[in-house]
T-cell receptor, first 111, second 115 residues
Framework: DAKTTQPTSMDCAEGRAANLPCNHS???????VYWYRQIHSQGPQYIIH???NNETNEMASLIITEDRKSSTLILPHATLRDTAVYYC????????????FGKGTLLTVNP | NAGVTQTPKFQVLKTGQSMTLQCAQD?????MSWYRQDPGMGLRLIHY???????DQGEVPNGYNVSRSTTEDFPLRLLSAAPSQTSVYFC??????????????FGSGTQLSVL
């Protein structure tokens, strides 16, 4: 699996957009970028995933650079409930049951 | 829908005891997996299953056994508990629909302490 690099922690003001970066410079052509988050003591929650194109759902947007070496998860209007550890994971399609979770980014949304 | 259900939520064992962590899903998912999470760490894959009767080892399988006799259930057995197995355990399930199908559903976790 391609290795990912994320900042250890980030802060965001409530109501503002939270932009979480992820570097995956060794990603290969068949690998997807997945984002999960884990609110304290709970099981991780799927957010979004993508291959090449930008993706948007009801939770977030995923922007993948044209060379696919990095991506950004965007929470458009962060709330206090978005405080969590966010994991960026790169994995080939068809093997999501073997996802490898690193340490992620602790996003703290402040009032 | 209940989703992925893990029992118990909390458990304290003495070194050498055995026990089974239960995991059940009601979504007819073919894939199930077990992860452990230690303080300040990400999740590490213990065992996984791609269908009933099929299991395989993940990153940290030693000290754990699994079986998958039905689609719904994927129990994790600790044969002889050790303090190093003190952790939070998460069960997850997922399905295959072809193409970009990758979404894991997680249970709420079992917090295990081995004294």
């Amino acid at each position: 699996d391609a290795k990912t690099t994320q900042p250890t922690s980030m802060d965001c003001a409530e109501g503002r957009a939270a932009n979480l970066p992820c570097n995956h410079s060794t990603i290969s052509g068949n690998e997807y970028v997945y984002w999960y988050r884990q609110i304290h003591s709970q099981g991780p929650q799927y957010i979004i995933h993508g291959l090449k194109n930008n993706e948007t759902n009801e939770m977030a947007s995923l922007i993948i650079t044209e060379d696919r070496k990095s991506s950004t998860l965007i929470l458009p209007h962060a709330t206090l409930r978005d405080t969590a550890v966010y994991y960026c994971i790169v994995r080939a399609g068809g093997s999501n049951y073997k996802l490898t979770f690193g340490k992620g980014t602790l996003l703290t949304v402040n009032p | 829908n209940a989703g992925v259900t893990q029992t118990p939520k909390f458990q304290v064992l003495k070194t050498g005891q055995s026990m089974t962590l239960q995991c059940a899903q009601d979504m007819n998912h073919e894939y199930m997996s077990w992860y452990r999470q230690d303080p300040g760490m990400g999740l590490r894959l213990i065992h996984y299953s791609v269908g009933a009767g099929i299991t395989d080892q993940g990153e940290v399988p030693n000290g754990y056994n699994v079986s998958r006799s039905t689609t719904e259930d994927f129990p994790l057995r600790l044969l002889s508990a050790a303090p190093s197995q003190t952790s939070v355990y998460f069960c997850a399930s997922s399905y295959s629909t072809g193409g970009a199908r990758e979404k894991l559903f997680f249970g709420s976790g079992t917090q295990l302490s081995v004294l």
